[in-house]
């Protein structure tokens, strides 16, 4: 089956592809005048980084406690067990694996903790 493109839809490509060429050269070169880059930047960034990743897993195994305590109140038991189990893992997972690092002492130069609470 063969398709072919309108008019319409051919003239809009054609105003596109130019401005999507502009936009991919001037990424290139923004990305290319990076002068700064150190280690500290990159492990300040993964840090940031698994610190939203760990909030995300932390609010998703609340949710799956939750889910855990609605299961047994609808009466299956072995799926419910499943996800509270589950979803506390899920939750606490963040802090036992700062613990870890904390206990073998590679605190000091990895990108797990999300740093110092006031």
Do not use: E, W
Not at 36 to 44: E, I, V
């Amino acid at each position: 089956m063969k398709t072919t493109i309108t008019s319409k839809t051919r003239s809009r490509l054609r105003r596109f592809l130019p401005v999507a060429g502009l936009i991919a050269l001037n990424t290139v070169s923004a990305l290319a005048q990076s002068t700064s880059f150190s280690s500290t930047t990159l492990q300040t960034g993964i840090s940031n980084s698994l610190a939203v990743i760990m909030m995300f897993g932390f609010v998703l195994g609340i949710f799956s406690v939750i889910y855990g305590g609605f299961a047994i109140r609808r009466g299956d038991v072995d799926q419910g067990k499943m996800s509270i189990l589950g979803g506390a893992i899920i939750a606490a997972a963040p802090a036992v694996i700062y613990a870890f690092f904390k206990i073998f002492g590679l605190d000091n130069s990895s990108a797990v903790g999300v740093g110092t609470f006031s």
